[in-house]
Structure formats: structure tokens, C-alpha cells
């Protein structure tokens, strides 16, 4: 219980006689009387007013939340009861989320129930626990605030931003893809099982063109075949040190699985097998490859919980690993983040060693911030020894990634914001030519 605002003013007003008792003695014994009857009456508020166990409170949320997001919650208060209560209801979302809308103030009836709703937005991933509510309401002649901290354990499971992923199926339903980057044009294949003829397009390959049907129609005239299913993708994540780096307060491990996610979703909407690989000085995680759209759900399971190592990154024991686990041909999608050319000549010389039939697609997260200093305009001397630094190592890198490519590794510089969009149109682009 806190003593209310009224009852600190009511006690301070009564005392201060009792601060002059050397100059009238009779006004001091009046107060000194007031001021035990205040207390007496004090001490009937507590005992004629409800305790904070005659409020049942309950909280609704959803087990699974996403990590960014706003995710809706409420919490009910029934008043047991037979006077109005003016409640005041505050939640404690644990370590790893914040809670907005809140602390929130209802009135509730006799014997009625109230609900007040509001948001969790998760900052980090992996499993965590709501423990409890704050309850807050006055007492009958408002002397005191009943206080509690009501135990009310709930445990939750902070996902990477599935949102993404319904966000997707939406705007694939409208047919508006393009509002978040996706180019989902319609891209026939080069498999084996042909699907129709059709007029010759700029950038057909003269081997697509069926000549009987040109000479019949007396123009050109290309075969469109459907794209293949059922090939495998395995896509690896890098949870070394390095991944740690945040842009706009989300981290790049967590950009890298949000963009894993909506890959593996595409991917398995295509038919292809996908699996997932998780390393940074170890293997954090692998995930066997699964099949269909309901295998995103084993993949959220798998790596809600993966956290950025403090070591830094082995990409050769990673693909070591990758060979006795996936020995048929696969496409490699590696989301990594360096500091320099010589992480790149690893990754280079990791990727070039392997026999097995891969097709390695090296995803490279951009430096923000090294970015910003190389383009900024120097206004010292400091200034620009920095400036000069941060271009050095950026050119050291766009050589070595040229060399990646001279190699046959294909390969996509982007910033983190952009990621999962061009991601995805690379793997479509992929599909589209058939080099898987």
C-alpha cells in the first residue's frame, strides 16, 4: 500500500502545530488529536477497503511474438467485489520486450470485468517470460493506493519477423509484389518438361527457338519450359562477432535470419528442398532440409533462440561440415558480414576448395557506417585520414569480391535494409536461367 497524495497533505497541514507547540500549547494538543484521528481513520480505510486479491487479472498473448514488432495483448481485470474500482494496470514484459500503451486506467462495476488492450514489441530474439502485472487502485476514502505485483508467469518465444512472411503471401494474392521489392514477373524455365510455345522475347536464347513452328508462322517462335523443382538450397548464416553490428537498432544476425526466413519460404512455395546452417567458431545449428510450405514452421523452431557469438567466423570448418551433410548439388547462399579483403580471400579460398558439385551465392552485408565516413566531405585533417581509411578498406574489398567473381562465385554487396529483396530476386533469377 503507498499513502495516497490527500493523506500526505492531510498529515503535513496537522503537524505543523505541533512545530509551534512552545508558542501556543492548546493548538498543539488539538492537532497532536487530529492527528491520531487521522490515523485511526486511515486504519479504517485500509480495513473497509478491498484487497488487491479480490481483482483476478488475466493476460491473453500469443506464445510466439516477432522480434520488431508490435504484437497485440490485453489484460482483464474482474472486479470480485461490491464496489466500483478505479484500476490501474501495468505489465512487466521481461527482459527481452518493451510494452507500449501501458500503464492504462479503467473503472470497473461490481462484480464486472474490463479489458485493456496493448503492444509487446520484442527488441532481441529467443525465450523469455512475462512474470508479472502491477495492480494499482484507491482505497474506499482514498487515504492509500492498494499496490501489488501480481505474479502472472507467461512464457513466450521471441521470433525472427514472420511478418514478412504474410506480408508476402498478401501481396502476392493482390499481385503486388513490387510494393516490397520483389520482382515476381513471371520467369519461364529451362527445365526439361515443356509448358508452351510462345513469341520470340529480347534475351530468348537462339536454342529456345522452335524452328518448325517459325516456319509455319513466319516469325519467331520460342519454347518455354517449366522451371524445376525439387533441387536443394542451403542456406548458411554467419554468427561470429561481426554480426553483432546493428542498423537501426536491429542486428545484422538478425537481418540475416529474417532474409533466411523469407528465402526459405519463397523456396519451399517453389518446391525446393531448404536447410539451414548456422556457425560461427562451431556449428551453432543445422536444420535437415524439409520440403513445402509448412517446413517454415520447423525452420522458426530451429532459430528463434540463435544468438551472435563473441568469436570470430570459420568458414572453413563450416563448409567442411557442409560436405558430409549435403553431398548432392546444391545452391550455397552464404550471409556474411566482413571487415576486410582478407575475410573475403578466406571465403574466396574456402568456396574454390570444394569438389563437391555447389553453386555458391556469397551474400555480403555492407558497412553502414564505413560507408558514410568514405562519402563524407572531410572538414579536418583527422577527418580526412579517416575518410581516406575507411575508402582504402572499402576498395580492397570490391577488389577481392571481383576476384570472387572471376572465380564463378556469384555474389551480392548490398546494405542491410535491402537484403531480403534482393535476395530473393537473385534466387528467382537463379531459378529463372536454371543454374541450380
Known amino acids: 500500500m503507498i499513502p495516497s497524495r490527500r493523506l500526505v497533505l492531510t498529515a503535513a497541514i496537522l503537524a505543523m502545530p505541533l512545530l509551534l507547540a512552545g508558542l501556543n500549547r492548546s493548538a498543539a494538543d488539538a492537532a497532536l488529536l487530529l492527528n491520531l484521528v487521522l490515523v485511526a481513520v486511515a486504519c479504517v480505510d485500509l480495513l473497509i ?10 493476460r491473453e498473448i500469443s506464445e510466439v511474438l516477432s522480434v520488431g514488432a508490435s504484437n497485440p495483448a490485453t489484460l482483464t481485470a474482474h472486479n470480485r467485489t461490491g464496489l466500483t474500482l478505479a484500476i ?11 510494452v507500449d500503451r501501458l500503464p492504462q486506467s479503467v473503472t470497473v462495476g461490481p462484480g464486472k470485468e474490463e479489458t485493456i488492450h ?33 505474479p502472472l508467469p507467461t512464457p513466450i518465444r521471441i521470433y525472427p519477423d514472420i511478418r514478412a512472411v504474410y506480408r508476402y503471401e498478401l501481396m502476392a494474392r493482390q499481385n503486388r509484389l513490387s510494393e516490397i521489392g520483389v520482382r ?4 519461364p524455365g529451362q527445365g526439361r518438361e515443356f509448358e508452351r510455345l510462345r513469341e520470340f522475347r529480347y534475351g530468348d536464347e537462339i536454342r529456345q527457338i522452335d524452328w518448325k513452328a517459325t516456319a509455319r508462322q513466319r516469325q519467331l517462335i520460342s519454347r518455354e519450359f517449366n522451371v524445376e523443382r525439387n533441387q536443394n538450397i542451403v542456406i548458411m548464416v554467419d554468427c561470429g562477432r561481426f554480426m553483432r553490428n546493428e542498423t537501426d537498432g536491429i542486428s545484422y544476425l538478425d537481418r540475416a535470419l529474417n532474409s ?7 523456396a519451399l512455395g517453389q518446391g525446393d528442398n531448404v536447410s539451414l546452417l548456422a556457425f560461427s567458431n562451431k556449428i551453432e545449428r543445422f536444420i535437415r532440409p524439409v520440403r513445402g510450405k509448412p517446413g517454415i514452421q520447423s525452420i522458426l523452431r530451429s532459430t528463434y533462440d540463435i544468438q551472435a557469438s563473441q568469436n570470430v567466423s570459420d568458414y572453413s570448418l563450416a563448409l567442411e561440415y557442409l560436405t558430409t551433410v549435403q553431398r548432392k548439388r546444391a545452391l550455397i547462399v552464404l550471409i556474411t558480414f566482413v571487415t576486410d579483403e582478407l575475410q573475403l580471400r578466406v571465403i574466396g579460398e ?10 555458391p551465392l556469397c551474400v555480403l552485408l555492407q558497412d553502414v557506417g564505413l560507408r558514410q565516413m568514405a562519402d563524407r566531405i572531410p572538414e579536418s585533417d583527422l577527418d580526412a585520414y579517416h575518410t581516406a ?7 580492397g574489398q570490391s577488389h577481392e569480391a571481383a576476384s570472387l567473381r572471376e572465380a564463378g562465385i556469384m555474389l551480392i554487396d548490398t546494405p542491410p535494409d535491402l537484403l531480403t529483396e534482393r535476395l530473393i530476386n537473385e534466387y528467382l533469377s537463379i531459378k529463372a536461367r536454371n543454374l541450380m
Open 389 to 395: 581509411a575507411a575508402a582504402q578498406v572499402l576498395t
Open 184 to 187: 515476381m514477373v513471371r520467369m
Open 118 to 150: 496493448y503492444s509487446v514489441k520484442p527488441s532481441r530474439r529467443g525465450a523469455s517470460e512475462m512474470p508479472a502485472v502491477h495492480l494499482r487502485f484507491p482505497t474506499r476514502l482514498g487515504l492509500w493506493t492498494r499496490h501489488q505485483i501480481r
Open 49 to 58: 477497503s478491498p484487497s488487491p486479491n479480490d481483482v483476478a487479472i488475466h
Open 88 to 98: 490501474t494496470l501495468h505489465d512487466d514484459p521481461g527482459p527481452l520486450c518493451e
Open 260 to 266: 533466411a526466413i523469407m528465402l526459405s519460404y519463397i
Open 350 to 359: 574456402s568456396l574454390k576448395l570444394r569438389s563437391l558439385p555447389y553453386l
